[in-house]
T-cell receptor
Framework: ELKVEQNPLFLSMQEGKNYTIYCNYS?????LYWYRQDPGKSLESLFV?????AVKQEGRLMASLDTKARLSTLHITAAVHDLSATYFC?????????????????FGQGTILTVHP | DAGVTQSPTHLIKTRGQHVTLRCSPI?????VSWYQQVLGQGPQFIFQ???????GRGNFPDRFSARQFPNYSSELNVNALLLGDSALYLC????????????FGPGTRLLVL
Protein backbone atom coordinates (compact mmCIF):
# COMPACT_ATOMS: atom_id res chain seq x y z
CA GLU A 1 0.00 0.00 0.00
CA LEU A 2 1.35 3.38 -1.01
CA LYS A 3 2.22 5.66 1.91
CA VAL A 4 3.04 9.33 1.59
CA GLU A 5 4.70 11.13 4.48
CA GLN A 6 5.38 14.82 4.80
CA ASN A 7 7.59 16.60 7.25
CA PRO A 8 7.43 18.77 9.07
CA LEU A 9 3.70 18.70 9.81
CA PHE A 10 3.83 22.15 11.36
CA LEU A 11 6.14 24.94 10.25
CA SER A 12 6.34 28.38 11.79
CA MET A 13 8.55 30.71 9.81
CA GLN A 14 9.62 34.30 9.98
CA GLU A 15 9.12 36.48 6.95
CA GLY A 16 12.21 36.56 4.80
CA LYS A 17 13.50 33.13 5.84
CA ASN A 18 13.95 30.02 3.71
CA TYR A 19 12.71 26.53 4.46
CA THR A 20 12.00 23.17 2.83
CA ILE A 21 9.07 20.76 3.14
CA TYR A 22 9.86 17.12 2.46
CA CYS A 23 7.59 14.50 0.91
CA ASN A 24 8.59 10.83 1.00
CA TYR A 25 6.59 8.08 -0.64
CA SER A 26 6.85 4.32 -0.38
CA UNK A 27 6.35 2.91 -3.90
CA UNK A 28 7.57 3.87 -7.35
CA UNK A 29 5.74 6.68 -9.09
CA UNK A 30 6.65 9.37 -11.57
CA UNK A 31 3.69 11.59 -10.86
CA LEU A 32 4.05 13.94 -7.92
CA TYR A 33 1.75 16.87 -7.23
CA TRP A 34 1.83 19.77 -4.80
CA TYR A 35 -1.33 21.50 -3.68
CA ARG A 36 -2.09 24.45 -1.42
CA GLN A 37 -5.17 24.67 0.80
CA ASP A 38 -6.31 27.81 2.64
CA PRO A 39 -8.51 27.38 5.73
CA GLY A 40 -12.03 26.33 4.79
CA LYS A 41 -11.16 26.28 1.11
CA SER A 42 -10.51 23.71 -1.58
CA LEU A 43 -7.18 22.60 -3.04
CA GLU A 44 -5.21 24.77 -5.45
CA SER A 45 -2.77 23.05 -7.80
CA LEU A 46 0.79 24.36 -7.46
CA PHE A 47 3.08 21.96 -9.32
CA VAL A 48 3.04 18.75 -11.32
CA UNK A 49 6.34 16.85 -11.43
CA UNK A 50 6.50 14.11 -14.03
CA UNK A 51 10.05 12.79 -14.18
CA UNK A 52 13.16 12.19 -12.15
CA UNK A 53 15.06 15.42 -11.64
CA ALA A 54 12.09 17.60 -12.52
CA VAL A 55 12.26 21.06 -11.01
CA LYS A 56 9.55 23.68 -11.21
CA GLN A 57 9.44 27.19 -9.80
CA GLU A 58 6.67 29.69 -9.30
CA GLY A 59 7.40 32.85 -7.39
CA ARG A 60 8.88 32.01 -4.00
CA LEU A 61 8.12 28.29 -4.30
CA MET A 62 10.26 25.67 -5.99
CA ALA A 63 9.47 21.96 -6.19
CA SER A 64 11.73 19.09 -7.16
CA LEU A 65 11.42 15.34 -7.62
CA ASP A 66 13.90 12.51 -7.07
CA THR A 67 12.13 9.33 -8.11
CA LYS A 68 15.05 7.11 -7.12
CA ALA A 69 14.97 8.40 -3.56
CA ARG A 70 11.15 8.60 -3.68
CA LEU A 71 11.44 12.14 -2.41
CA SER A 72 10.01 15.47 -3.40
CA THR A 73 10.81 18.82 -1.84
CA LEU A 74 8.98 22.13 -1.75
CA HIS A 75 11.41 24.95 -1.06
CA ILE A 76 10.21 28.30 0.17
CA THR A 77 12.42 31.31 -0.47
CA ALA A 78 12.11 34.56 1.50
CA ALA A 79 8.73 33.65 2.98
CA VAL A 80 5.94 36.21 3.07
CA HIS A 81 2.71 36.14 5.10
CA ASP A 82 0.61 35.33 2.02
CA LEU A 83 2.26 31.91 1.84
CA SER A 84 0.58 30.87 5.11
CA ALA A 85 -1.56 27.82 4.24
CA THR A 86 -1.53 24.02 4.37
CA TYR A 87 0.61 22.36 1.70
CA PHE A 88 -0.04 18.83 0.50
CA CYS A 89 2.01 16.58 -1.67
CA UNK A 90 0.21 13.80 -3.54
CA UNK A 91 1.44 10.82 -5.50
CA UNK A 92 -0.40 9.79 -8.64
CA UNK A 93 -1.25 6.12 -9.21
CA UNK A 94 -2.92 4.27 -12.01
CA UNK A 95 -6.59 4.05 -11.13
CA UNK A 96 -6.57 0.31 -11.82
CA UNK A 97 -4.10 -2.33 -12.98
CA UNK A 98 -3.59 -2.07 -16.70
CA UNK A 99 -5.13 1.36 -16.86
CA UNK A 100 -3.53 4.43 -18.33
CA UNK A 101 -4.99 7.19 -16.19
CA UNK A 102 -3.32 8.37 -13.02
CA UNK A 103 -6.69 9.16 -11.56
CA UNK A 104 -5.93 8.22 -7.99
CA UNK A 105 -4.00 10.61 -5.79
CA UNK A 106 -2.61 9.54 -2.44
CA PHE A 107 -2.01 12.56 -0.24
CA GLY A 108 0.39 13.23 2.58
CA GLN A 109 -0.85 14.52 5.92
CA GLY A 110 -0.20 18.11 4.97
CA THR A 111 2.20 20.73 6.32
CA ILE A 112 0.61 23.69 8.08
CA LEU A 113 2.78 26.69 7.29
CA THR A 114 2.50 29.90 9.28
CA VAL A 115 4.62 32.89 8.31
CA HIS A 116 5.11 35.53 10.98
CA PRO A 117 6.19 39.14 10.48
CA ASP B 1 -14.05 28.90 -18.42
CA ALA B 2 -15.86 27.87 -15.30
CA GLY B 3 -13.98 25.63 -12.93
CA VAL B 4 -15.25 22.56 -11.17
CA THR B 5 -18.60 23.20 -9.49
CA GLN B 6 -20.14 21.28 -6.62
CA SER B 7 -23.48 21.41 -4.87
CA PRO B 8 -24.60 21.86 -2.24
CA THR B 9 -21.87 23.78 -0.42
CA HIS B 10 -23.01 22.70 3.04
CA LEU B 11 -25.29 19.96 4.25
CA ILE B 12 -26.49 18.77 7.65
CA LYS B 13 -27.91 15.26 7.98
CA THR B 14 -28.69 12.87 10.79
CA ARG B 15 -27.36 9.36 11.28
CA GLY B 16 -28.98 6.77 9.04
CA GLN B 17 -30.02 9.25 6.36
CA HIS B 18 -28.94 9.26 2.75
CA VAL B 19 -27.10 12.06 0.93
CA THR B 20 -26.41 12.91 -2.71
CA LEU B 21 -23.60 15.25 -3.67
CA ARG B 22 -23.18 16.67 -7.17
CA CYS B 23 -20.24 17.73 -9.28
CA SER B 24 -19.77 19.27 -12.71
CA PRO B 25 -16.26 19.02 -14.19
CA ILE B 26 -14.41 21.60 -16.19
CA UNK B 27 -15.77 21.79 -19.73
CA UNK B 28 -14.03 19.21 -21.90
CA UNK B 29 -12.86 17.08 -18.98
CA UNK B 30 -14.26 13.58 -19.06
CA UNK B 31 -12.96 12.25 -15.75
CA VAL B 32 -14.19 12.97 -12.26
CA SER B 33 -12.66 11.76 -9.01
CA TRP B 34 -14.18 12.01 -5.54
CA TYR B 35 -12.24 12.50 -2.31
CA GLN B 36 -13.15 12.67 1.35
CA GLN B 37 -11.21 15.06 3.57
CA VAL B 38 -11.70 14.69 7.30
CA LEU B 39 -10.70 17.72 9.36
CA GLY B 40 -6.96 17.87 9.87
CA GLN B 41 -6.10 15.18 7.31
CA GLY B 42 -5.25 14.93 3.65
CA PRO B 43 -7.96 13.98 1.15
CA GLN B 44 -8.64 10.27 0.64
CA PHE B 45 -9.57 8.83 -2.74
CA ILE B 46 -13.09 7.41 -3.01
CA PHE B 47 -13.84 6.92 -6.74
CA GLN B 48 -12.75 7.83 -10.21
CA UNK B 49 -15.14 7.86 -13.17
CA UNK B 50 -14.07 8.22 -16.77
CA UNK B 51 -16.41 8.11 -19.72
CA UNK B 52 -19.25 7.12 -17.40
CA UNK B 53 -17.50 4.03 -16.09
CA UNK B 54 -15.96 3.44 -12.69
CA UNK B 55 -12.20 3.37 -13.16
CA GLY B 56 -11.01 3.21 -9.60
CA ARG B 57 -12.30 2.73 -6.09
CA GLY B 58 -10.67 3.53 -2.78
CA ASN B 59 -11.02 1.76 0.53
CA PHE B 60 -14.56 2.87 1.36
CA PRO B 61 -17.59 0.74 2.31
CA ASP B 62 -20.38 -0.15 -0.09
CA ARG B 63 -22.49 2.59 1.47
CA PHE B 64 -20.59 4.89 -0.88
CA SER B 65 -21.55 4.81 -4.54
CA ALA B 66 -21.28 7.14 -7.49
CA ARG B 67 -22.19 7.54 -11.10
CA GLN B 68 -21.31 9.73 -14.04
CA PHE B 69 -23.80 11.10 -16.54
CA PRO B 70 -23.52 11.57 -20.33
CA ASN B 71 -22.58 15.22 -19.79
CA TYR B 72 -19.73 14.01 -17.50
CA SER B 73 -21.25 15.45 -14.36
CA SER B 74 -21.23 13.10 -11.40
CA GLU B 75 -23.11 12.21 -8.23
CA LEU B 76 -21.73 10.72 -5.04
CA ASN B 77 -24.26 8.90 -2.89
CA VAL B 78 -23.76 7.87 0.71
CA ASN B 79 -26.32 5.65 2.43
CA ALA B 80 -26.89 4.99 6.12
CA LEU B 81 -24.83 7.97 7.22
CA LEU B 82 -22.53 7.62 10.21
CA LEU B 83 -21.08 10.36 12.38
CA GLY B 84 -17.69 9.53 10.90
CA ASP B 85 -18.90 10.50 7.43
CA SER B 86 -18.74 14.15 8.48
CA ALA B 87 -16.12 15.64 6.20
CA LEU B 88 -15.39 17.87 3.23
CA TYR B 89 -16.19 16.00 0.02
CA LEU B 90 -14.11 17.13 -2.90
CA CYS B 91 -14.66 16.50 -6.56
CA UNK B 92 -11.72 16.71 -8.96
CA UNK B 93 -11.83 17.12 -12.70
CA UNK B 94 -9.12 15.53 -14.81
CA UNK B 95 -8.10 15.89 -18.44
CA UNK B 96 -6.49 12.59 -19.42
CA UNK B 97 -3.05 13.05 -20.89
CA UNK B 98 0.41 14.24 -19.93
CA UNK B 99 0.49 15.57 -16.38
CA UNK B 100 -3.13 14.82 -15.67
CA UNK B 101 -3.47 17.56 -13.09
CA UNK B 102 -6.61 17.14 -11.02
CA UNK B 103 -8.47 20.40 -10.51
CA PHE B 104 -10.55 20.44 -7.37
CA GLY B 105 -13.95 21.97 -6.82
CA PRO B 106 -14.91 24.02 -3.75
CA GLY B 107 -16.21 20.96 -1.94
CA THR B 108 -19.36 20.03 -0.05
CA ARG B 109 -19.08 20.19 3.71
CA LEU B 110 -21.22 17.43 5.24
CA LEU B 111 -22.08 17.34 8.91
CA VAL B 112 -23.76 14.23 10.28
CA LEU B 113 -25.47 14.64 13.66
Amino acid sequence: ELKVEQNPLFLSMQEGKNYTIYCNYSTTSDRLYWYRQDPGKSLESLFVLLSNGAVKQEGRLMASLDTKARLSTLHITAAVHDLSATYFCAVGSLSFAGGTSYGKLTFGQGTILTVHP
Amino acid sequence: DAGVTQSPTHLIKTRGQHVTLRCSPISGHKSVSWYQQVLGQGPQFIFQYYEKEERGRGNFPDRFSARQFPNYSSELNVNALLLGDSALYLCASLQKGAGETQYFGPGTRLLVL
